[in-house]
C-alpha cells in the first residue's frame, strides 16, 4: 500500500538558514583554497599550510631554448689513479639530463666555472664516490658544467657518460691536454 507522504515547500526561514550556510561555506572555501591557489593571497594562513601557495606561482612548463637539443654518448677508460674531467657550455638555466655508470667506484665532482671567471670562481655541486648517477641539471649560470672522475683503486675503470641537452660543446680535460668535441644536433 503507497503511503501518503506530504511535500511542503520549504519554509522562508529554511532557505534563509540554508542559504547563510551555503554563503558561509562558499567563504570558506574562497578563503581557504581559491584565493591562495589562484591568485597567491593567504589571509587565513592555510593555503602555505595545505601547499596550495605553490599553485598560484607563475611557472610555466614550457622552457624555450636558444640553443638546439643534442645528446653525447662518450666513454673513458681510468687507469689506477687516472682522472678526466669532461664538461658542457650551457647557457644560463640550460637543461641537460644525464647517466653515468662505471663497472667500479669512482671519485666524482660535478662541478662548474661561470663564462670568463675561470677556475678561481669554480663551484662545486655535489661530490662523493659512486659508481653511477642519474639525473638533470639546469645551469644556474652561463658557462662549462660537468664531471670530474677519479679513480682511485688499483683496478681499470670503464666510466660511460650518457646526457642530452641545450648544450653547445663538450670539453674533456685530461693528462694528455685540452680539447673540444662538436656535437651533432639531434636534427642533423
Known sequence: MAENVSTEPPSPKNIIIASALAGVVALLVLLVAILPAEY????????????LTALSRDQNPFDEQTEIHRSDFVEFVLEPFQSVEYKYLLDLDAPMVFSWVADGD????????????????AESFEQGVAA??????????????GWFWENRSLNTVLVRLYSAGFYQYSTVFRDRGTFDRTMDSVTD
Open 132 to 145: 653511477r648517477q642519474m639525473g638533470s641539471f639546469h645551469a644556474p649560470f652561463t658557462g662549462i658544467h
Open 106 to 121: 669512482l671519485y666524482y665532482d660535478m662541478h662548474a666555472e661561470p663564462a670568463g671567471l675561470g677556475e678561481d670562481y
Open 40 to 51: 597567491g593571497i593567504d589571509p587565513l594562513g592555510t593555503g602555505e599550510l595545505l601547499g
